[in-house]
């Protein structure tokens, strides 16, 4: 385990706020949050507090060129209609299906 803390990966999971993490990581998560959900929505401010909490020009790109890759990746096999392969096994899974379908669905 990188972190040492094997609940962080479903803590974040199931949503970063609530998770105990370093302003840093917080601050990248509501960026990246921001980027994936409402990408027309970032301005100079979300960029200005990355750098507030310590983060260089470098590191802002490499977030975001990861968030919008990893955005791309995934729209792309949604789009596709790819599923997880069958050798998969439900505790490999930082989320249940079941969890993870229900976070796919759109809000009503």
């Known amino acids: 385990m990188l972190t040492g803390d094997a609940g962080l990966p479903r803590a974040l999971a199931r949503g970063h706020r609530e998770a105990d993490l370093e302003v840093e ?3 990248m998560l509501d960026y990246a949050v921001k980027l994936t959900l409402t990408p027309w929505e970032v ?3 979300d960029v ?9 020009h470098a590191a802002i790109l490499d977030i975001c060129q990861v968030v919008s890759y ?11 209609g790819v599923e997880l392969e069958d050798r998969w096994r439900e505790e490999d899974y ?10 796919r669905r759109p809000s009503e």
Do not use: H, I, K, S
């Open 43 to 45: 301005f100079d401010g």
């Open 70 to 80: 990893f955005n791309y990746v995934n729209r792309m096999a949604d789009g596709l």
């Open 94 to 103: 930082t989320l249940t299906r079941t969890e993870f379908e229900e976070q």
């Open 25 to 27: 990581d917080r601050a």
């Open 48 to 56: 200005e507090r990355l750098r507030e909490v310590g983060f260089n």
